[in-house]
């Protein structure tokens, strides 16, 4: 029996607006902004994916250590190459290091590195 509940989780960044609707482009889900603080949920409510924007952000440097990736989340497509173009037109950008075939990693535009993978 579980003793807890994962609601979601929190990402730095240094604009929490901008990633939110990112994010919220990205998987479909509603964003909603107050201050430095901004969330994503899907349509039925469930659990949230949140941003808090911090002064001194520093972008993850992937894949060298020198800043660590603090995190990256992966997505499931249907098709690599339509989820290339839709995550470059949100404003992603294509990682230089590309070290799969089944995946691609992409930078959001905080820069954390995240994934586009098939089933």
Same mark, same amino acid.
Request: charge should be negative; charged fraction near 20%.
């Given at each position: 029996? $579980?003793?807890?509940? *994962?609601?979601?989780?929190?990402?730095? =960044?240094?604009?929490? $607006? $901008?990633?939110?609707? *990112?994010?919220?482009?990205? %998987?479909?889900?509603? @964003?909603?902004?107050?201050?430095?603080?901004? &969330?994503?949920?899907? $349509?039925? +409510? +469930?659990? =949230?994916?949140?941003?808090?924007?911090?002064?001194?952000?520093? @972008?993850?440097?992937?894949? @060298?250590?020198? !800043?660590?990736?603090?995190? /990256?989340?992966? !997505?499931?497509? &249907?098709?690599?190459?339509?989820? &290339?173009?839709? !995550?470059? &037109? %949100?404003?992603?950008?294509?990682?230089? /290091?590309?070290?799969?075939?089944? *995946?691609?990693?992409? %930078?959001?535009?905080?820069? /954390?590195? *995240? =994934? %586009?993978? !098939?089933?």
């Amino acid at each position: 029996m $579980a003793i807890a509940r *994962f609601p979601g989780f929190v990402i730095d =960044c240094p604009d929490a $607006a $901008a990633l939110a609707r *990112f994010y919220g482009a990205l %998987l479909g889900w509603t @964003a909603k902004v107050d201050g430095d603080w901004a &969330e994503i949920r899907p $349509a039925d +409510g +469930g659990d =949230c994916i949140s941003f808090q924007q911090v002064a001194d952000y520093r @972008a993850p440097q992937w894949p @060298a250590q020198t !800043v660590p990736q603090q995190m /990256h989340l992966d !997505v499931i497509v &249907e098709e690599l190459d339509a989820g &290339e173009a839709a !995550v470059l &037109e %949100l404003g992603a950008s294509k990682a230089a /290091h590309q070290p799969g075939t089944t *995946f691609r990693v992409f %930078l959001d535009p905080a820069g /954390h590195p *995240f =994934c %586009l993978c !098939v089933d």
